[in-house]
């Protein structure tokens, strides 16, 4: 099993552009998240999803979109980057055992270094 | 709102010492909390977890300690190695909900 994969691992963008960040897990999953980490600071939670078709905001959602087709991918859309969107973007899952959260760890992705110039 | 902080960002140890980090958690309705470990340039990895029926749990090496009533967490390292320096990192949820928190983190540095 490779886990949880994202792409790219490094991205420059400029003010303006648009881009997906991808992350695949091979793990069946169910639960999916995107954080983000600034240097010197802890994750904070942009989206989450429980499931295909389901998405829900985390504590700073704002600039980024989600979607959640498959149970595998999980892709986040910045549309219109900016300066404050630089920092590292780990993907996550975890499975459920259906009495809620589960009593396993998050799997990690080894992040995307983005930088907003 | 919703937030888990920790108490001190730098923790710095001798090697061989036990190492204490300490949480502290302001949603009272989480019941389940877990600790991650940092490298440098990697993803966070799990530590241990405990439940919020439970007070105390314990791993190879590690402790972890849940005072509910102060709503506190702590992890403890016993025997620090220099491969322990890291960010540490507690989290928190509540079942059923999906979704985990992360507080500010601890760097631990272990002199040899």
């Known amino acids: 099993n490779a886990g949880v994969t994202q792409t790219p691992k490094f991205r420059i963008l400029k003010i303006g552009q648009s881009m997906t960040l991808q992350c695949t897990q091979d793990?069946?999953?169910?639960?999916m998240y995107w954080y983000r980490q600034d240097p010197g600071m802890g994750l904070k939670l942009i989206y989450y999803?429980?499931?295909?078709?389901?998405?829900d905001k985390g504590e700073v959602p704002n600039g980024y979109n989600v979607s959640r087709s498959t149970t595998e991918d999980f892709p986040l859309r910045l549309e219109l980057a900016a300066p404050s969107q630089t920092s590292v973007y780990f993907c996550?899952?975890?499975?459920?055992?259906?009495?809620?959260?589960?009593?396993?760890?998050?799997?990690f992705g080894s992040g995307t270094q983005l930088s907003v110039l | 709102g919703e937030s888990v902080g920790l108490h001190l960002p730098t923790l710095s140890v001798q090697e061989g010492d036990n190492s204490i980090i300490n949480c502290a958690y302001s949603?009272?309705?989480?019941?389940?909390f877990i600790w991650y470990k940092q490298e440098s340039g990697k993803g966070p990895q799990f530590i241990i977890d405990?439940?919020?029926?439970?007070d105390k749990r314990q791993g190879q090496r590690v402790t972890v300690l849940l005072n509910k009533t102060v709503k506190h967490l702590s992890l403890q390292i016993a025997a620090t190695q220099p491969g322990d320096s890291a960010v540490y990192f507690c989290?928190?949820?509540?079942?059923?909900?999906?979704?985990?928190?992360f507080g500010q983190g601890t760097t631990l540095q272990v002199k040899p």
């Open positions: 949603n009272s309705a989480s019941d389940y």
């Open positions: 996550a899952s975890s499975p459920t055992t259906g009495t809620g959260f589960s009593v396993e760890k998050l799997f």
């Open positions: 999803s429980v499931g295909a078709g389901i998405t």
């Open positions: 405990i439940r919020s029926n439970m």
């Open positions: 989290a928190e949820t509540r079942s059923n909900t999906g979704k985990l928190i």
């Open positions: 793990m069946n999953h169910n639960y």
